[in-house]
């Protein structure tokens, strides 16, 4: 379910509360009023923390809550959707920058004030999203589609572009595959294979596997993993989206 945001805001809609700090974040540098870490390979470093509008719950009697690191900064989810969600976002070349539990929205829903706080923000070539995650079963009874048309009404371009509903149903086994098998790889790296392959890359042309660019490599498993990381950098990606990513997968260089 995609939404567009209605072009001009009804007059008496309340305004986002509270004000948009979104527009900062949206710049990709906004990490919570500090700088983050500079990149050092060869000693541990700190991540940033959430750039979300309020805590993860820590307990839940339905839903699964947790955190995956993503550009250096950790990244709440509080379901198994929401987590999907996230690795996905992060994985996706089109996605230019992300945060979850974004700024709360007040909308009037029969002259009552309430505020609803969306899953993920996110930017891509400009086009600013809201999302909303739930699981395909609380679809119905959670009501969000109402509350996703009173905001599109009543909100219009200040808050993004468009809202989309996804569950799920959303998201491919390969995607699901792909998004957990490469955040486990992102936190064992390598740097010295992941130069090496990038090196080599720069002679390859066209759409080849994975599995001719790790016999180049001459790395074995741990070219593979190079390779992983290195589409989860953006450096590779896959000449077909819902691939698997093993040996026989195609790619090429971004």
Same mark, same amino acid.
Request: proline share 6%; with cysteine.
């Given at each position: 379910?995609?939404?567009?945001?209605?072009?001009?805001?009804?007059?008496?809609?309340?305004?986002?509360?509270?004000?948009?700090?979104?527009?900062?974040?949206s710049?990709? +540098?906004?990490?919570?009023? $500090?700088t983050?870490?500079q990149?050092?390979?060869?000693?541990?470093r700190? *991540?940033?923390? !959430?750039?979300? $509008?309020?805590?993860?719950?820590? %307990? !839940?009697?339905? $839903?699964?809550?947790?955190?995956?690191?993503?550009?250096?900064?950790?990244? +709440?989810?509080?379901?198994?959707?929401?987590?999907?969600?996230?690795e996905?976002?992060a994985?996706?070349?089109?996605?230019?920058?992300?945060?979850?539990?974004?700024?709360?929205?007040?909308?009037?829903?029969?002259?009552?004030l309430?505020?609803?706080?969306?899953?993920?923000?996110?930017?891509?070539?400009?086009?600013?999203?809201?999302?909303?995650?739930?699981?395909?079963?609380m679809?119905?009874?959670s009501?969000?589609?109402?509350?996703?048309? =009173?905001? !599109?009404?009543?909100?219009?371009?200040?808050?993004?572009?468009?809202?989309?509903l996804?569950?799920?149903r959303d998201? $491919?086994?390969?995607?699901?595959f +792909?998004?957990?098998?490469?955040?486990?790889?992102?936190?064992?790296?390598?740097?010295?294979?992941?130069?090496?392959?990038?090196e080599?890359a720069?002679?390859? +042309?066209?759409?080849?596997?994975?599995?001719?660019v *790790?016999?180049l !490599?001459? =790395? %074995?498993?741990?070219?593979?993993r190079?390779? *992983?990381?290195?589409?989860?950098?953006?450096?590779?990606?896959?000449?077909?989206?819902?691939?698997?990513?093993?040996?026989?997968?195609?790619?090429?260089?971004?």
């Amino acid at each position: 379910m995609i939404v567009p945001i209605h072009p001009d805001p009804i007059p008496e809609a309340l305004p986002l509360c509270p004000e948009v700090t979104m527009q900062l974040r949206s710049q990709g +540098n906004f990490f919570g009023g $500090s700088t983050p870490p500079q990149r050092d390979d060869d000693i541990w470093r700190p *991540v940033a923390q !959430s750039l979300g $509008s309020r805590d993860t719950a820590l %307990r !839940s009697r339905y $839903s699964s809550v947790g955190f995956i690191i993503d550009d250096d900064r950790v990244v +709440n989810f509080e379901s198994r959707p929401e987590r999907f969600a996230a690795e996905a976002f992060a994985l996706d070349p089109a996605i230019d920058w992300f945060v979850e539990q974004a700024e709360p929205i007040g909308y009037l829903d029969r002259g009552r004030l309430r505020h609803h706080t969306f899953d993920f923000f996110s930017t891509a070539s400009g086009i600013r999203t809201l999302t909303a995650i739930k699981h395909s079963t609380m679809v119905a009874r959670s009501g969000i589609r109402r509350t996703i048309q =009173l905001i !599109s009404e009543q909100a219009g371009r200040r808050v993004a572009d468009q809202i989309v509903l996804l569950t799920e149903r959303d998201f $491919s086994q390969n995607e699901r595959f +792909n998004a957990e098998q490469a955040h486990e790889i992102r936190r064992h790296p390598v740097p010295e294979h992941d130069q090496h392959v990038r090196e080599i890359a720069h002679d390859i +042309n066209g759409t080849v596997t994975i599995s001719d660019v *790790v016999t180049l !490599s001459g =790395l %074995r498993g741990d070219g593979f993993r190079a390779v *992983v990381r290195l589409l989860a950098d953006r450096f590779f990606q896959l000449a077909a989206p819902d691939t698997r990513v093993d040996y026989d997968a195609r790619i090429r260089r971004r």
